[in-house]
């Protein structure tokens, strides 16, 4: 998804999420982008709840991958990509501008206001791996790009990602506030890695009978960045995990004012 977007009278909103499994839910609060007498506003409050969801996986494989993808391009750029079971991924972006407002009237102590709120909380779900095999690459992306650009690539199961930004510029405002609250809470979870025997053919069988123990798979998890982000520009936020339940979040809130206001107050 490309998006250009100019700082201009209007306000400009941008959400974008994707839940990953049915069984997990993610409620958004309003991500809110506009104006009124205070000034201009960027809010986002974004929450991901895991909770009481079971997986068991035998010699599974998951793979998430992007491979030279993404290169070149500008603006507000949001991509999530999961394997698995019961991932949540979301990127959420809010902006705001309101340089002309002040020919309507508003006041010159009007405030510029970025705020985000993010909650991630995961609670009771077990996970059972046997010989399963979990990778998340980034190979060769996201290269000389500029803006905004939110990555979540997660291979595995109960994984929550999150990528928010919020941006308030107002001209004329006096007062500037950024605040960004993130809360993540994990509790009782259960994660058991074991390593099952493999599919045995005859000779294994009859090397078992003398004593003989068939191979194992052990579990497998890797995240690789490679060749990626270079030459970009701006923000960028990545998150990449493989196995079960890790919990990653990037939050930018951006909060402009003017700095020669206090020049055109009345003497």
Same mark, same amino acid.
Do not use: W
């Given at each position: 998804?490309?998006? !250009?977007?100019?700082?201009?009278?209007?306000?400009?909103?941008?959400?974008?999420?994707?839940?990953?499994?049915?069984?997990?839910?993610?409620?958004?609060?309003?991500?809110?982008?506009? +104006?009124?007498?205070? %000034? +201009?506003?960027?809010?986002?409050?974004?929450?991901?709840?895991?909770?009481?969801?079971?997986?068991?996986?035998?010699?599974?494989?998951?793979?998430?991958?992007? &491979?030279?993808?993404?290169?070149?391009?500008? %603006?507000s750029n949001t991509v999530n990509v999961a394997a698995g079971d019961t991932n949540?991924?979301?990127?959420?972006?809010?902006?705001?501008?309101?340089?002309?407002?002040?020919?309507?009237?508003?006041?010159?102590?009007?405030?510029?206001?970025?705020?985000? +709120?993010?909650?991630?909380?995961?609670?009771?779900?077990?996970?059972?791996?046997?010989?399963?095999?979990? /990778?998340?690459? *980034?190979?060769?992306?996201?290269?000389?790009s500029t803006g905004n650009t939110a990555l979540n690539l997660v291979s595995g199961?109960?994984?929550?990602?999150?990528?928010? !930004?919020?941006?308030? !510029?107002?001209?004329?405002? *006096?007062?500037?506030t950024a605040k960004v609250k993130v809360v993540q809470s994990a509790s009782n979870?259960? $994660?058991?890695?074991?390593?099952?025997?493999?599919? /045995?053919?005859?000779?294994?069988? /009859?090397?078992?009978?003398? %004593?003989?123990?068939?191979?194992?798979?052990?579990? !497998?998890?890797?995240?690789?960045?490679?060749?990626?982000?270079?030459? +970009?520009?701006?923000? &960028?936020?990545?998150?990449?995990?493989?196995?079960?339940?890790?919990?990653?979040?990037?939050?930018?809130?951006?909060?402009?004012?003017? $700095?020669?206001?206090?020049?055109?107050?009345?003497?």
């Amino acid at each position: 998804m490309n998006l !250009y977007p100019r700082l201009a009278p209007l306000s400009l909103a941008l959400t974008s999420l994707l839940s990953a499994s049915a069984f997990a839910t993610e409620t958004q609060g309003p991500s809110q982008a506009g +104006t009124d007498m205070l %000034g +201009t506003r960027a809010i986002v409050n974004d929450s991901q709840t895991l909770r009481s969801n079971e997986v068991h996986n035998g010699q599974t494989y998951n793979d998430a991958s992007v &491979v030279n993808s993404i290169n070149g391009i500008a %603006g507000s750029n949001t991509v999530n990509v999961a394997a698995g079971d019961t991932n949540q991924q979301a990127s959420a972006g809010a902006l705001a501008s309101a340089d002309a407002l002040f020919v309507l009237g508003i006041p010159l102590n009007a405030v510029a206001l970025a705020d985000i +709120t993010v909650e991630q909380r995961a609670s009771s779900n077990p996970l059972h791996n046997y010989g399963v095999e979990n /990778t998340a690459n *980034l190979l060769g992306s996201s290269n000389s790009s500029t803006g905004n650009t939110a990555l979540n690539l997660v291979s595995g199961n109960f994984n929550q990602q999150k990528n928010d !930004y919020a941006v308030a !510029y107002s001209q004329k405002a *006096l007062s500037v506030t950024a605040k960004v609250k993130v809360v993540q809470s994990a509790s009782n979870n259960h $994660t058991h890695n074991a390593m099952p025997m493999t599919e /045995t053919d005859n000779s294994d069988l /009859t090397a078992s009978a003398s %004593g003989y123990q068939p191979r194992l798979m052990p579990t !497998y998890n890797s995240a690789v960045m490679l060749d990626s982000l270079n030459n +970009t520009a701006g923000s &960028v936020g990545v998150n990449i995990a493989a196995g079960g339940g890790n919990q990653q979040s990037n939050a930018l809130a951006i909060s402009a004012g003017c $700095t020669a206001c206090l020049q055109a107050l009345p003497q």
